[in-house]
């Protein structure tokens, strides 16, 4: 069994390779919950959704999340109402928070209701939250004292303003999803995926536990790196590295995971760090990490399952 901590969309698209590469049944993914919030009253669990959506096919392709076909009827109307409609939310996408939200409200927890959603979505693998409890991920920016909800910093602000601090609200009295943690006991290989380090990885290590039980299968743990060639592969995870004081390259991604990982994958155009990542007490392996299609992404996997 192979357990992928993970992200949103750098994520699901490994795991989309991942899927094809070994039977599909013996893949978990255990997903960040921290940019879950609620908008219009309704709970939007965006990296669940991204991989929900990616894994069966459903993906806007263009995006990286949200679903194809999409039309957008309730956001011109609640445009006209005056409403917020800076995060978009999809007539499609709706339904599924739609559902969700009046699941939790009937008291299901939400890895029942992630369950009943990738079922509903004919998922393969299974799909775990990292917690039922609770947590929020908050950016505190530069001249502003107070913190940022995770999805106004990086969708209403565009990530555009410098971050001074991120903080894992809830994450610290948060219990580990059980069946997550029984995963990662005794998984044969445990993959840190390609996804941003401080905002999508960071709050599943900080879940107590998780990062002791690394500790302790250091030898199965394999990262990804997001970053190629001094940028990430999405998003602002090299700006943010940056400004947090960490070096924006796969060495700043060996700093943050050497204590409880063995290997690094890196990308080809990265091969010249390779040394210092072994001084670093890491073992490089040096790939094509680009996922540039669903077929680079399983032979991307296929290389990586060999290496344990
Ligand atoms: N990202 C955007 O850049 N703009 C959006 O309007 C937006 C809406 C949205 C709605 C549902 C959903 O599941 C994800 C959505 N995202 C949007 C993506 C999301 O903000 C981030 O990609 C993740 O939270 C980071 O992993």
């Known amino acids: 069994m192979i357990a992928v901590l993970s ?12 899927v094809k590469a070994v039977d599909e049944s013996e893949v978990v ?3 960040n919950t921290g940019d879950d919030w609620y908008l219009h009253g309704l709970k939007i669990c965006p990296d669940l959704d991204t991989i929900t959506y990616t894994l069966s096919g459903q993906v806007n ?6 679903r194809a076909n999409e039309t957008w009827n309730a956001m011109e109307s609640l445009e006209i109402l005056g409403g917020e409609t800076w995060f978009r939310l999809g007539d499609r996408d709706l339904a599924t928070h739609l559902y969700r939200t009046q699941r939790a409200q009937s008291g299901a927890t939400l890895d029942v209701i992630t369950r009943e959603i990738t079922e509903a979505f004919s998922i393969g693998c299974t799909i775990l939250p990292m917690t039922n409890d609770t947590v929020s991920t908050k950016v505190q920016i530069e001249n502003r004292a107070d913190l940022l909800d995770f999805q106004e910093y990086f969708v209403k602000l565009r990530a555009e303003p410098r971050v001074s601090k991120v903080a894992y609200q809830g994450c610290e009295s948060a219990s580990v999803l059980k069946e997550a943690m029984d995963a990662l006991l005794i998984a044969d290989q445990i ?12 709050p599943i290590l900080s879940l107590p536990g998780i990062k002791e039980c690394l500790l302790e299968r250091r030898n199965k743990v394999i990262a990804i790196s997001p970053i190629v060639n001094g940028k990430a592969l999405k998003g602002p995870a090299g700006k943010i590295m940056a400004e947090l004081g960490q070096e924006a390259s796969v060495l700043g991604i060996a700093k943050r995971y050497r204590e409880f990982a063995k ?3 890196i990308d080809n155009l990265d091969i010249e760090y390779s040394g210092e990542i072994r001084n670093s007490s890491m073992e490089p392996v040096v790939l094509g990490t680009v996922m540039t299609t669903p077929d680079v992404a399983t ?3 296929k290389e990586i399952i060999r290496l344990i």
Do not use: R
């Not at 992200?7 to 991942?18: C, E, M, N, R, T």
């Not at 993959?191 to 960071?202: F, R, T």
């Open 7 to 18: 992200g949103g969309v750098g994520a699901a698209k490994f795991l989309q390779g991942l």
């Open 29 to 31: 993914a255990i997903v």
């Open 61 to 66: 392709t263009e995006m990286g999340w949200g």
């Open 191 to 202: 993959i840190i995926a390609p996804s941003n380090p401080i905002l999508s990885i960071e």
């Open 263 to 265: 290997y690094l994958v």
């Open 299 to 301: 032979g991307l996997a």
